[in-house]
């Protein structure tokens, strides 16, 4: 496994078979992903509060697309507002 942490999130880029144990799922109050491979596609879930949710209703081609979406996701709901920013 490997870990990334940026803007109090973290990413998890796991291998075939790997799972996250109960420290790295029940860790930290920010926002999680993870991304694994599910077949010879890319799987990726999310997680803010108590659920894992789905971000994307179909997986990725590569390991390397569902971290680009993850991150897309990180960065617009962290993104303020266009009325927050214009105060």
Not at 41 to 55: N, S
Request: net charge negative; glycine share 6%; aromatic share 16%.
């Amino acid at each position: 496994m490997r870990k990334f942490s940026m803007s109090a999130s973290t990413f998890y880029f796991m291998d075939r078979g790997e799972k996250l144990t109960e420290t790295e799922v029940y860790s930290g109050g920010g926002r999680q992903y993870v991304i694994w491979p599910r077949g010879d596609k890319w799987d990726l879930r999310y997680r803010w509060g108590q659920d894992w949710e789905t971000l994307h209703p179909s997986l990725f081609e590569t390991e390397n697309d569902a971290f680009l979406f993850a991150h897309e996701h990180l960065i617009s709901v962290d993104r303020p507002s266009s009325s927050s920013r214009a105060r």
